[in-house]
């Protein structure tokens, strides 16, 4: 696709967080699309988390767990950065249940540890989603939740207007993070294929959210949000599902 980097060659580490770490972090700690959008939309479709086992998977620097946690949620959290699970302790402390490990393997959390699991902006990194939702399916309690947020599907076409959207493709964006430069690689996939991925893994699809930003965006974003009158814009898109 023309308007996107290639992906990174043989040899490269895709998406090698530990490289820009802290700059991923410092853009990302008060921007529009983190901290006024996918944070908060996570943590309304959490609810009231008072008391409850929380797994937070891709963890990050720890924005997310620090919420939590503050809203009575014990937490536990991975990622598959050193890096960023090293940021995640020191915002959070030495005794923050953190670990490092790799959704895409064997977690080293027993099954049914945990009521909720959440998967914010994880999963369009896998080619596969099979092995990856097993694992968080086996970790979780009967009738427990996954929330989750990946991009929107219709973001690819949107990028690319001659791509096929039913196909499973790898494509790359390159950012800049703090002033560093990034490129990472996704894996797009079609809604359909989204939610026959969770039914095959024992989820049931109860909620598939396109929120609009946190109050007040607007007063604090007034350029980047000028062309949206409704106040919501497309970027990703938020489910909870119910493990069966």
Not at 215 to 239: C, I, T, V
């Amino acid at each position: 696709m023309s308007a996107l980097p290639e992906t990174p060659g043989d040899g490269a580490v895709l998406n090698d967080y530990d490289t820009f770490a802290e700059a991923y972090t410092a853009e990302t700690e008060a921007n529009l699309l983190n901290a006024h959008y996918t944070r908060p939309a996570i943590l309304d479709l959490a609810g009231d988390v008072t008391g409850r086992q929380i797994l937070d998977a891709g963890c990050g620097s720890g924005p997310l767990f620090a919420a939590l946690r503050d809203r009575g949620a014990v937490v536990t959290g991975f990622d598959s950065s050193a890096k960023m699970v090293e940021l995640a302790r020191q915002r959070l402390g030495g005794d923050a249940a953190l670990h490092v490990a790799d959704i895409g393997s064997p977690l080293p959390f027993p099954g049914g540890a945990f009521d909720d699991v959440i998967a914010s902006l994880v999963l369009h990194y896998l080619e596969d989603w099979t092995a990856a939702l097993a694992e968080l399916r086996r970790v979780l309690k009967p009738g427990g939740r996954l929330i989750m947020a990946v991009h929107h599907p219709i973001i690819f076409k949107l990028l690319d207007p001659t791509a096929d959207y039913f196909a499973t493709t790898q494509w790359s964006h390159e950012h800049t993070f703090d002033g560093q430069k990034a490129v990472l690689t996704y894996w797009h996939r079609p809604l359909h294929a989204m939610t026959d991925a969770f039914t095959a893994a024992g989820f049931r699809t109860a909620v598939i959210s396109e929120p609009p930003p946190a109050p007040g965006a607007r007063q604090l974003f007034p350029d980047e949000l000028a062309a949206f009158p409704s106040g919501a814009f497309l970027s990703f898109l938020f489910f909870v599902l119910e493990a069966v």
